[in-house]
């Protein structure tokens, strides 16, 4: 029962993620530099352990598309358990601390790898409220935009289908 509330749990936060990096994509400036400097068609798997929720992305025509699966990500950051993934993405663990603890594993060009983390930090940063993000975060981004905007702009993406 515990394992099936965590892969729920992390199921739907990897949606409000996807959701989070292409509504910031239009609203934080840094985003939309990463972005911008993708090689077109670069794709990234978010793998959170065993029979477990899994997101798929890939970076083409200026948009950031959720896929069912892919055979061959370019870009693979795998967590090593739905624990470890649940901890992350509650809020209860930083990805620094996640690498300390060799609880991920990558695969890939390490610039691209590195370019999801960013991303996955400046989101971290708009999602979580500030006493979480000091723990979890080395270093807290300054945020461009209300995190109330980013929110409901997820939720209207949500209500009208933007992120299928």
């Not at 029962?1 to 959701?19: D, E, F």
């Not at 990234?44 to 798929?56: D, E, H, I, K, M």
């Not at 970076?59 to 061959?72: C, E, F, M, N």
């Not at 935009?145 to 939720?155: A, E, K, Q, S």
Request: net charge positive; glycine share 8%; with cysteine.
């Amino acid at each position: 029962m515990k394992l099936s509330l965590q892969k729920l749990t992390v199921g739907i936060v990897l949606r409000v993620v996807h959701a989070a990096l292409v509504e910031l994509y239009k609203l934080d400036s840094r985003v939309k530099e990463e972005f911008d400097r993708m090689p077109e068609g670069l794709s990234y798997a978010l793998q959170t352990g065993y029979n477990a929720p899994q997101l798929f992305v890939q970076w083409k025509d200026g948009k950031l598309s959720r896929l069912a699966a892919l055979d061959k990500p370019v870009c693979a950051l795998r967590l090593k358990s739905t624990g470890i993934s649940f901890r992350m993405f509650t809020g209860q663990m930083g990805l620094a601390q996640a690498y300390a603890q060799h609880a991920f594993s990558m695969q890939g060009e390490i610039a691209d790898v590195m370019r999801l983390a960013r991303l996955v930090n400046l989101v971290e940063g708009y999602l979580f409220p500030k006493f979480i993000t000091k723990h979890i975060l080395t270093d807290i981004p300054s945020l461009q935009v209300n995190p109330l905007r980013v929110y409901g702009r997820i939720f209207c993406g949500f209500l009208t289908g933007r992120y299928n």
